[in-house]
């Protein structure tokens, strides 16, 4: 179990760290209340939900959710709540690309949850496990064992240290 947080230069916290710019906390903040727009080879529509299949892709604010499988869902007032993917999934922040095999991501509380052989990347930095939760909101992050293996149930990762 690791926790992260972003900050100007890079700090290896026990096994791991991400990097970021305190510029960006502002913008990412704002995302989760900006509108969300999407696409996808194919678009169904059930009571409270969105299913897109196909190069499925929602952006909102500067991040961006793509998958095989994407369903958004709202709630009795017709707001997004969550977004739910499957199939090769990635979340990409301006600061961070995140991997996996599903995702869901909570819009009122800014949470991803990754699962699945998942990579968190920032720059040449590079985190790997089989869980991940990221908060858009607050930019940390926890990241949870990877799968059994040569690896064993691990978190690694690689880090660059900040040059200046």
């Known amino acids: 179990m690791i926790v992260t947080k972003i900050s100007k230069t890079l700090a ?3 096994a791991a760290a991400v990097v970021g710019m305190p510029a960006l ?3 990412q903040a ?5 509108p969300v727009a999407y696409g996808a080879d194919s678009v169904e529509y059930a009571p409270n939900r969105i299913i897109l299949r196909g190069r499925a ?3 909102q604010g500067g991040n961006r959710f793509r998958a095989d499988s994407l369903t958004l ?3 009795e007032g017709g707001d997004l709540q969550r977004a739910e993917a499957s199939g090769t999934v990635y979340f990409v922040t301006p600061d961070q690309s995140m991997r996996g095999d599903r995702a869901v ?3 009122g509380n800014g949470e991803i949850v990754v699962t699945g052989n998942v990579i968190l990347t920032q720059g040449k930095n590079v985190l ?3 869980r991940l939760v990221y908060n858009i909101n607050t ?3 926890r990241m949870d064992g990877a799968p059994r293996g040569a690896a064993g149930s691990r978190v690694q990762g690689v880090f660059y240290p900040n040059s200046n």
């Open 30 to 34: 704002q995302a989760t209340n900006q």
């Open 57 to 59: 892709e929602a952006t």
């Open 139 to 141: 930019e940390t992050a």
């Open 128 to 130: 790997t496990g089989s």
């Open 105 to 107: 991501y909570n819009l």
């Open 25 to 27: 906390v502002d913008a």
């Open 73 to 75: 869902v709202s709630g």
């Open 12 to 14: 290896v916290v026990a």
